[in-house]
């Protein structure tokens, strides 16, 4: 099974949250597209090629809800809020149609409402 990736890039104070199966060749590709530094500030890992997706979906639509979006997958916040949503999104995910209610699961939906 391949592992992908459910990451946080930051760019001055914007965060770029996205997923990738090739984290350091995204990174590059990122930073190569800007005159500006980018850094890796978190990293969620997943195997195999279902629950990364949802995990960026609930994560960009959560940010999105908070009015954090600046353009594209570029969010503008505080770091420990976006890393916050991101675990909690990525929780979610990786428990969605395997678990009823867990506490896992009830944690991490507190945690998006927040």
């Known amino acids: 099974m391949k592992t992908s990736h459910l990451y946080v890039f930051q760019c001055q104070q914007f965060f770029k949250v996205g997923i990738s199966a ?16 980018v850094k890796v500030v978190h ?5 195999g090629y279902g629950d990364h997706r ?3 979906k609930l ?13 594209l997958e570029w969010f503008n916040g505080e770091k420990d809020v ?14 969605q149609g395997r678990l009823r209610s867990t506490r896992a699961k009830e ?3 507190h945690a998006l409402r927040i």
């Open 22 to 37: 090739h984290l350091d060749n995204r990174l590059n590709m990122i930073s190569n597209a800007t005159p500006f530094d």
């Open 43 to 47: 990293s969620i890992s997943f195997d």
């Open 54 to 56: 949802t995990a960026e």
């Open 59 to 71: 994560a960009h639509q959560h940010l999105i809800d908070m009015g954090l979006h600046e353009r």
């Open 82 to 95: 976006i890393v916050r949503i991101c675990d909690s999104a990525a929780e979610i995910a990786k428990h």
């Open 107 to 109: 944690r991490a939906m």
